[in-house]
């Protein structure tokens, strides 16, 4: 009798298990794992000469008729970068070209401070409309303004500790897509920076040994641009395809 309803159970359990519809089975318990949503990254490396072998930049005219005072600066000259600026002033960004990037791309709010009469970082990329908070960590005054067409400011004297914001719009003047807006001050003459104006979300700064990585790309093709405020920028062309590293390397003496 025990023998009988022993295979009864067993008959009755396995009606009810294949009764279960599997649609229902939670995403977790799924040994299925797709990968069809991840994006692509892009990684390589950008060879930066010295920088006694870049294109000369001159602030014109327009800067030096202002008569502007070199209190509290040691040389009225531009100031000669240090051997790891060649990295950290150098951007990769990608824009893309086979789809259109969402309208507000602006991040969150980025720093340049004013130390020992210099800006820090010297390059500071951003989307448009990323606010950019300039702060004076001098016990000195200083005085941040751009004559770029197209995105020409002053913000005036500003004390010690003072706190200045400013939002980022589309400069009118571009390079291709890239809004180079130079910063002087105008109590230090020797005082010089760019804001790199993008309008893309996707950029980085160089690591210290000259590599890069942008990841989470969207499928598509894109322009890859490296700038240097040193150098001529440069450009490639690339497709990015899903859960893919492509290497792609830049030479900016080329």
């Known amino acids: ?9 067993v008959v009755l359990f396995v009606a009810a298990f ?9 995403p977790s318990l799924s ?15 950008v060879t930066v000469p010295d920088q ?23 040389s009225s000259s531009d100031s000669a970068p240090e051997e790891g600026s060649k ?19 602006s991040g969150e709010p980025v720093i340049i401070g004013q130390k020992d009469a210099t800006f820090l970082p010297n390059v500071t990329p951003v989307a448009v409309g990323t606010v950019v908070q300039f ?17 020409k400011f002053n913000i005036g004297r500003r004390q010690p500790g003072d706190v200045f914001s400013k939002q980022i719009e589309a400069p009118k003047w571009k390079v291709t897509g890239i809004g180079p807006i130079t910063l002087f001050c105008d109590v230090h003459s020797q005082m010089k920076a760019t804001i790199l104006s993008l309008d893309t979300p996707y950029f980085t700064r160089l690591n210290e040994d000259g590599t890069y990585r942008l990841s989470n790309l969207p499928d598509g093709d894109y322009e890859i641009r490296v700038f240097n405020p040193s150098f001529d920028i ?21």
């Open 1 to 9: 009798m025990a023998k009988y309803i022993l295979a009864f159970s």
């Open 18 to 26: 294949s009764s279960i519809n599997t649609d229902e089975i939670p």
């Open 31 to 45: 040994l299925k794992y797709s990968i069809d949503n991840i994006d692509g990254s892009i990684s390589g490396t």
């Open 52 to 74: 006694s072998t870049a294109r000369r930049q001159f602030r014109g005219s327009s800067y030096r008729s202002r008569g502007t005072s070199s209190s509290g600066s040691t």
């Open 87 to 105: 990295f950290m002033n150098t951007i990769v960004s990608a824009h893309p070209l086979s789809y259109t990037i969402s309208d507000d791309i």
């Open 135 to 151: 702060i004076n960590d001098d016990p000195f005054f200083h005085n941040v303004f751009s004559l770029t067409p197209g995105s």
């Open 234 to 254: 440069i450009s490639k062309t690339i497709s990015i395809q899903s859960d893919n590293i492509t290497e792609t390397n830049f030479n900016l003496a080329n």
